[in-house]
């Protein structure tokens, strides 16, 4: 049987006419495996090789009869190890939540049962995404002309796999179309928002859905289509009208070059200029998915993350040229200094520890466990520490907890509850309490340390969950995001979410609804949601000429890099927070990169870890050398006012 694909492109009016057979196999019986194999690739991370794949707007698709299998492989089109995790499923669905302990390598299965739509994350890189339809071959299509068609199951109502509340989510609710959505955007680039008026001079996006009849809540069917995107214009480019100071890194990890096979660059952003100056491929050691940064106490060495492989690397912050290359262990994801040290500390995303190397990567000193012995891995993600380097807080995406680590000792102080996959964490400046932001849960926890420091608008607690889906704490809340243009309704699926350097505010990027979120430390809550671009991911604190800060912001599926302006009027509440400025990401002419062939496909895309040169966080601030001390005003040399001298070296 064909099954008829109509794939709109994702800039342009013409239509892709796409047949695609699929074969059929009674649903009593199981059908040969479902094959997707891990790949560091963008777009394609779980890619569909053979049985039941769709071979049209999507790598990461298959429709099936009831009972297949579905095979993960984590081999050797992969440098690390994942998870395949379930992340929707029709509720009630036998075998459903699929999981495993730990990430891995090798293969698993699981088999599918029941009708409806099963979507698959990797937890320690949630964009990694694969989805299978199991189609009941006796639904039919009634709406076309002439009817008797296949129709797609979605199933009657679907789990997101979270902490929230346990209502279903009806397949024809917003929710699960902006779920269908965001799908066909993370796994297909050809949807990815283009800034570039090179490429694209209508400066325009929209992202299409396939042309197919599906059936949802109640027997209702409508085309996939319809819940299509409709071309708009994207936001204008423009150039904050305050310089920032010094540099902005990001790490464009998606971003291909000629003579590499793996993708990714770090590029930097003149804070002056507003210009790309640099981007650092470092093809001799083939550079992979490079997700987060940090520099060292003088500002000269860039540490570099390859996320999807085990390597932790550096090079020389101006110059661009390699220093070290070095095996840490499985999917090292954010790296930071100790203040007192400057020793180098990076989590081992696909493990259960901080590996502490000492300056200039010049050897591994220590392995610090983040969980007990007794416990599953905790896979932690992006750690933040403490301004007098004692305290290190790790949020643990395989185990929806976060510890607090005693540094010096590397003994574990605390374990706290989070909510489902946190991922990102920041302290405040005096190390009173920190911010997990929890992924699935779309909401930020508050934890104290030491003496309670949150505040639940009675008096202090130790712990407070801050919802981000306006309009309440309901799971339902979520369908308050209603497919605005600015989706300025709520913040779901939060990443990073640093405090600002003075401790006044809270900035949050958040993917699915494509927005920044603004809670107020002083009471904890949200005071503010600002528009973002697809895919919003990164975050961090630079110095704005004359006093104050920006908030950087990167975003995965868009080439564009957003500075914020979190307190204008500097009242310290961020209630008034703006976007002022929106930067390209692509290279021009003017731009050095250390790649002869240069960047070849995704350019500017895949934008993730952000670090602002010089480094303006409290403790970092005050070690800084003269010639990065100087440009500073006297608040950003001392952002809590309290030093008696704030000259610089």
């Known amino acids: ?193 283009d800034h570039n008026s090179a490429t694209n001079p209508s400066h325009t996006w929209s992202l299409p859905l396939p042309g197919v009849v599906v059936q949802a809540t109640g027997g209702a069917q409508l085309l996939l289509s319809a819940l299509s995107i409709p071309s708009q214009a994207l936001p204008a480019l423009s150039n904050p009208g305050t310089p920032g100071i010094g540099e902005v890194w990001i790490d464009l990890e998606y971003e291909k070059t000629g003579s590499k096979t793996k993708p990714g660059t770090a590029a930097v952003v003149d804070a002056n200029t507003w210009k790309v100056t640099r981007k650092v491929a470092l093809p001799s050691i083939n550079m992979n998915n490079p997700h987060n940064m940090w520099a060292s106490a003088d500002q000269s060495v860039i540490y570099q993350t390859q996320w999807f492989d085990t390597k932790l690397t550096s090079f020389n912050r101006t110059s661009g040229l390699l220093l070290q290359n070095v095996e840490v262990g499985e999917s090292p994801a954010h790296v ?29 000193n220590r392995r610090i466990l983040t969980q007990h012995p007794s416990e599953k891995p905790a896979q932690p993600h992006a750690h933040w520490m403490s301004f007098d380097g004692q305290t290190m807080v790790t949020p643990n995406s395989n185990t929806a907890d976060s510890t607090e680590i005693d540094i010096p000792t590397g003994t574990i102080v605390a374990k706290t509850l989070t909510g489902t996959l946190p991922i990102a964490a920041g302290m405040m400046p005096d190390a009173s309490k920190y911010y997990v932001s929890n992924y699935l849960d779309s909401t930020i926890t508050c934890i104290s340390i030491g003496a309670n420091a949150c505040n639940d608008g009675a008096g202090k607690v130790a712990t407070k969950n801050i919802n981000l889906l306006l309009g309440g704490t309901s799971f339902a809340n979520y369908d308050h995001i209603d497919g605005s243009p600015d989706m300025s309704a709520a913040g779901a699926l939060p990443i990073q979410t640093p405090v600002s350097p003075h401790g006044k505010y809270v900035v949050t990027a958040n993917t699915l609804s494509g927005t920044i979120t603004i809670i107020d430390t002083s009471t904890d809550t949200l005071v503010a949601v600002l528009p973002c671009s697809a895919g919003c991911h990164g975050v961090n604190f630079g110095a704005k000429s004359g006093g104050g800060y920006y908030a950087y912001v990167s975003s995965k599926f868009s080439n564009d890099l957003i500075v914020v302006d979190p307190d204008p009027n500097n009242d310290g509440s961020g209630a008034d927070a703006a976007e002022v400025g929106r930067i390209l990401l692509t290279s021009d002419a003017n731009t050095a990169i250390d790649d002869p062939l240069g960047v070849t496909a995704f350019a500017g895309m895949g934008g993730q870890g952000v670090l602002p040169v010089p480094n303006v966080y409290n403790g970092w601030v005050q070690k800084l050398p003269f010639g990065f001390c100087n440009p500073l005003t006297v608040q950003q040399r001392n952002p809590l006012g309290n030093l008696s001298s704030v000259n610089c070296p």
């Open 1 to 193: 049987m064909k099954k008829r694909l109509i794939i709109q492109s994702s800039i342009g009016a013409v239509a892709l006419v796409v047949w695609s057979f699929l074969g059929t196999v009674p649903g009593s019986q199981a059908a040969g495996p479902v094959n997707f194999i891990s790949t560091d690739e963008p777009g394609s991370w779980f890619k569909c090789v053979g049985n039941g794949c769709v071979a049209a707007g999507t790598e990461s698709l298959a429709i099936v009869a009831p009972n297949t299998v579905v095979k993960i492989t984590a081999g050797r089109e992969t440098n690390t190890v994942h998870t395949f995790t379930s992340l929707v499923y029709p509720t009630g669905a036998k075998n459903m939540p699929f999981d495993q302990s730990k990430a891995f390598r090798g293969s698993r299965t699981v088999q599918l049962v029941d009708p409806g739509l099963y979507v698959f994350v990797c937890k320690l890189h949630p964009f990694m995404l694969a989805a299978t339809i199991v189609d009941n071959p006796e639904t039919v299509d009634t709406i076309s002309i002439p009817p008797g068609g296949p129709a797609y199951d979605l199933g009657e109502n679907l789990t997101l796999n979270n902490n929230l509340s346990a209502l279903p989510i009806p397949t024809t609710s917003n929710l699960a179309a902006r779920l269908l959505r965001t799908f066909f955007l993370i796994t297909n680039p050809a949807n990815y928002q």
């Open 336 to 364: 930071m200094t100790r203040v007192d040290t400057d020793q180098v500390h990076v989590s081992l995303n696909g493990e259960n520890a901080m590996i502490e190397l000492n300056p200039l990567l010049a050897g591994i």
